[in-house]
């Protein structure tokens, strides 16, 4: 975030979001009724859950990848079946 953006006040940004379903507002507003939040309030802590969940998969993503690379970087493990045989036969 760039100093002086006239986008943001307070480290927050504005947006409008259109053409809402019908069910989906009735369903967000119904739960910020529930919770004693305003509709906004409800919307952002939607939107914060939402983010979270999508970064929380970035980051599965990026660690699966780690992990591939970790074991492509690991010798081949050898069978073993052999090792157990002459292991038996002492």
């Given at each position: ?11 927050s ?9 019908e ?5 967000i507003?119904r ?10 309030s409800?919307?952002i802590?939607?939107?914060e859950?939402?983010?979270t969940e999508?970064?929380r998969l970035?980051q599965?993503?990026n660690l699966?990848?780690?992990l591939?690379r970790?074991?492509a970087?690991l010798p081949p493990?050898?069978?073993?079946a052999r090792?157990?045989?002459?292991d038996?036969?002492?």
């Amino acid at each position: 975030m760039r100093t002086g953006d006239q986008r943001f006040q307070n480290g927050s940004v504005n947006i409008t979001v259109k053409n809402v379903p019908e069910r989906v507002y009735r369903t967000i507003k119904r739960e910020a009724k529930r919770k004693r939040r305003s509709l906004n309030s409800e919307i952002i802590r939607a939107l914060e859950t939402e983010a979270t969940e999508v970064e929380r998969l970035r980051q599965l993503g990026n660690l699966r990848a780690e992990l591939d690379r970790f074991r492509a970087s690991l010798p081949p493990l050898d069978d073993s079946a052999r090792l157990i045989r002459e292991d038996r036969e002492r």
